[in-house]
């Protein structure tokens, strides 16, 4: 059965972050015929029943409160992350779960201990085009672009969620901006929301995207193949909107099976990235994680929430000879020229 779904409930449905960009002309009709939803696929849902998540993530980056009855559009997604929820895409069209604020919905199978409940949803139907195909994200992800200009680029990766990532990322391109330089920025893995690119456009960065502009609400449980395509479409974007220099945020920590896979195996982020700065919650992360990551690229710095604490950083300074790096410090130019200036391999050259 496929019900149309008018410009005025369209408009009272409040749309997730994830689905920014969608059009409203590709949402004008659901199918609630039975299917097994796709990782992507646009979902008009009632909430139910609220829990952890009492607002949902607006295109705008505004949060709209949730009420039990409003109608939501959300994208359907795999969700990890060990201080909240696992989620995942659920096989039929039941009753799930509205699993990140962001706007993604999925069935929650694990919950840390801290979590309430998750928000309740019960889906009205997936968007589909006249054809019956379902409206997916990828459906209006930016193009692949094939550019041959070489551009440096730094990726920030970390110990674990909450690792202090996204603080270093940001003060990297603050610094980096303050040096003079043009700056792109993306957000290479993670669950869709807009919080961290807020922040980096708040740092100076010229351009700033993420997954989700590639066409994927989250990143887990994604094929490897098109980990390697979102690399591609937004390194591409960068260097072509004339970004002379660049900075990724991969999520969660080394072992999360995305991150790992990316950092050890990964021709094409290989490729692309130059160097590494590992970001980490206690000075016995910082000094392994920089220690492995060193077995596969250049470590030009190590940074995140151990750097609050001189104890920390005289510890990690005292085991790994590297100076732990505020974020007070990389906001400096001359900690960015110098970080720049480590960059002994030849800078990536962007082939997507």
Known sequence: MTIAVGADRLARAKRGFTTRNVPPSAMTRVSAAPRAPQ??????????????????????????????????VLA????????QFEALVPEDLGPCHMAAAGGVAGRVVHAHAKMHMPTAIEPVGVFVR?????????????????????????????????????????ALVHGLTRAGHRV???????????????LMRDAGAELV????????ATTYRTPHREL????????????????????????DGLFQQETRWLVEQSRVLRQVVSGWMYAGESAASVVAGAQWLEQHGLVVGVSGVASASPLACREIEAAI???????????????????????????????A
């Open 39 to 72: 990782a992507g696929d646009l979902v008009l849902a009632r909430v139910t029943e609220i829990g952890q998540h009492r607002t949902v993530e607006l295109p705008t980056s505004r949060k709209a409160t949730l009420f039990q009855g409003d109608e939501v």
């Open 76 to 83: 359907y997604g795999n969700r990890y992350a060990p201080d």
């Open 130 to 170: 006249p054809d019956g195909r379902a409206v997916n994200l990828a459906d209006f992800a930016l193009p692949t672009m094939r550019m041959a200009r070489s551009v440096p680029a730094i990726a920030v990766v970390g110990g674990s969620m909450n690792a202090g990532k996204t603080t270093a990322a940001a």
């Open 184 to 198: 792109g920025a993306a957000k290479l893995t993670g669950t869709g929301a807009g919080n961290d690119s807020g």
């Open 209 to 216: 995207l993420d997954f989700t502009d590639a066409g994927l």
């Open 228 to 251: 390697e395509r979102c690399v591609e479409v937004l390194s591409g974007a960068l260097v072509s909107a004339r970004c002379d220099v660049m900075v990724f945020e991969i999520a």
């Open 321 to 351: 000879g590297m100076t732990c790096l505020t974020r007070e410090a990389l906001w400096q130019p001359e900690t960015a020229r110098g970080l720049l200036q480590m960059l002994e391999v030849a800078p990536a050259r962007v082939a």
